[in-house]
């Protein structure tokens, strides 16, 4: 079954071409039961639900990762504002974990499984910006990657990307947690490079100002207002974690 998830989601998020596409979609799972679940309570809010406040029987959960190409990657680099092509980008790839989210409901319901999911973005609360569905948080349970300096999951295939997941009421084999911290800061190396980035100082190596980070998401949706409700900055995310684990200090020059 897991591998049926995996394929369903890579066959769904690489079919676009050109500036649509996707590098190969990461998929990993962890067991509903696992502890790590509840303390998402202290970790990011108390009103982080549970798999089994969003699927009662709940027995495992999904996540997926869905990479950023090199080409739009370098394009939001070289950019000095917010690319208005990592936009459209952060626009197109909600509406596409929607689309897989709601396509494996309907073909695993027909396998006898049922599944529940919440929506890719704005699953937090207006005023303290604390997430009831960190998807980040759950990616990391389901073994997708760790924590880096700039508060995003850098994953094996980097953290310029978007991440969905799903709830799932059959058992399903757990991805281990990677054993390594992917991040160079986390590793004890010079790095910081997301903290030079970021435009705005809402980032540094003492935390991040999430209410900083979000004006600046908010002014970048005004800019592009044509586009539809882009609350993006994402220039924390070009660094050398972008696209891979990032190897070593020579990383955060390129
Ligand atoms: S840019 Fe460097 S310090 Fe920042 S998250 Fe990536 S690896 Fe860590
Ligand atoms: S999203 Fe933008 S403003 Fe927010 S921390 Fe990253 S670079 Fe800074």
């Known amino acids: 079954m897991h591998n049926y998830i995996r394929d369903l989601i890579t066959r769904l998020a690489t079919k676009n071409a050109g500036r649509s596409a996707y590098r190969t979609p990461l998929v990993g799972f962890a067991q509903a039961d696992n502890p790590g679940f509840a303390r998402l309570k202290e970790v ?3 009103g982080h639900l549970l798999p089994q406040d969003l699927l009662p029987g709940a ?10 190409t090199r080409d739009l990657t370098s394009i939001h680099r ?3 504002y917010p690319s208005r092509e990592w936009a459209a980008a952060y ?7 929607s689309s897989i989210c709601r396509t494996l409901v309907e073909e695993l319901g027909k396998r006898g499984v049922r599944a529940a999911w919440q929506k890719p973005t704005h699953n ?24 880096g300096l ?26 281990p947690v990677p054993a390594e911290e992917y991040c160079l800061h ?16 809402a980032l540094n190596t003492n935390g991040l100002d999430r209410h900083r980070c979000y004006r600046q998401l908010l002014e970048v949706n005004d ?8 609350d993006i900055c994402g220039k924390c995310a070009v660094g050398p974690c972008a696209l891979a684990v990032p190897k070593g200090p020579d990383d955060c020059h390129r």
């Open 44 to 46: 990011v809010g108390p």
């Open 186 to 201: 986390r590793r004890g190396q010079n790095c910081a490079a997301c903290v030079r980035l970021c435009p705005t100082g």
């Open 223 to 230: 800019f592009y207002h044509d586009l539809g409700f882009c």
């Open 59 to 68: 027995r495992s959960v999904a996540a997926f990762f869905l990479p950023f």
């Open 150 to 175: 700039h508060h995003m999951l850098i994953t094996k295939a980097g953290c310029a990307g978007r991440l969905g997941s799903l709830v799932l009421d059959v058992p399903l084999p757990a991805t």
């Open 91 to 97: 626009i197109q790839t909600n509406e596409l974990i």
């Open 78 to 80: 070289r950019n000095p």
């Open 124 to 147: 937090f609360h207006a005023k303290t910006l604390t997430s009831f569905w960190s998807h980040k948080h759950v990616a990391y349970l389901c073994g997708l990657g760790t924590f």
